[in-house]
């Protein structure tokens, strides 16, 4: 191989090689974050065979563990899904694992962003939630208050009032899809591109997208998915990254060394 091409090789090597530093650098940054996927580097050969490249950053779409919160609307996903919720200024869907939601001012389910959680709506004491929207707390009977809300593995939503009444107002429902690695990260733990990962279904449905049926996961009220980070993985793969990334640091040096006897073979 020619000298410059001994170069060329390390110089590459480096730049891929800070990629998947900046990538375990990443994953360790958000060993906290609710939901977070964890991602890995892959590499080839290039065109002509001559160093090497990122081929791509991929994420790790495995599920983590599940911690409790104690809050009612803590809402964790046990096996595959996403939640779908909606900007309600844009009506931009996006898919997320995070269920850290609240009721807003309005009676809207929303996210940390305000985003609206999208299911069936306008449940009442003699009709199930029917009408695909996002969830809303249902209207108080007359004279009593709400008391508690509680969400069921199949996503049902409870209200609870103060004459002893309860009524199924709003059901969660979840979408999944067949390409995962498809979904693109827009940060505070939402995807798009999800036409492009292969929804479970078109228009969520009940009998397409109710929680705990048709491959979907079941959920679990006061949890919160954890990150799937392996903090004991990423060091391992961090100490590796590094030595080859020394390794090449050395190469590129030999070979500006090698570079300057050949200039001052010729003394003036």
Request: proline share 3%.
């Amino acid at each position: 191989m020619a000298l410059l091409s001994t170069l060329t090789s390390g110089i590459s090597a480096l730049r891929a090689f800070t990629t998947g530093l900046d990538t375990i650098g990443n994953d360790i940054a958000n060993v906290n974050t609710t939901a977070y996927k964890s991602s890995d580097t892959s590499f080839a050969d290039t065109f002509n065979g001559v160093g090497v490249q990122v081929t791509g950053v991929n994420a790790n779409f495995t599920q983590g563990a599940l911690n409790s919160t104690g809050v009612n609307t803590d809402l964790g996903i046990s096996g595959n899904g996403y939640f779908m919720v909606e900007d309600p200024a844009t009506t931009q869907q996006y898919a997320t694992r995070d269920g850290q939601f609240h009721f807003d001012s309005s009676g809207f389910l929303v996210n940390q962003q305000g985003y609206q959680v999208v299911g069936l709506t306008g449940g009442t004491s003699s009709a199930a939630p029917g009408t695909l929207g996002p969830i809303k707390q249902g209207t108080l009977p007359s004279g009593a208050q709400l008391q508690s809300v509680t969400v069921g593995t199949s996503g049902n939503l409870v209200e609870s009032y103060s004459d002893g009444t309860q009524v199924t107002t709003n059901q969660v429902l979840m979408q999944n899809y067949t390409d995962p690695s498809q979904l693109v990260s827009q940060g505070n733990n939402l995807y798009t591109n999800l036409s492009a990962a292969g929804p479970l279904s078109t228009t969520l449905a009940a009998s397409t997208n109710t929680p705990g049926g048709g491959g979907l996961g079941s959920i679990e009220a006061g949890t919160l998915e954890q990150s799937n980070v392996d903090l004991t993985q990423e060091f391992s793969n961090m100490i590796t990254m590094q030595r080859a990334f020394e390794a090449n640091a050395r190469l590129v040096t030999v070979s500006d060394t090698i570079l300057q006897s050949i200039v001052n073979l010729k003394q003036p």
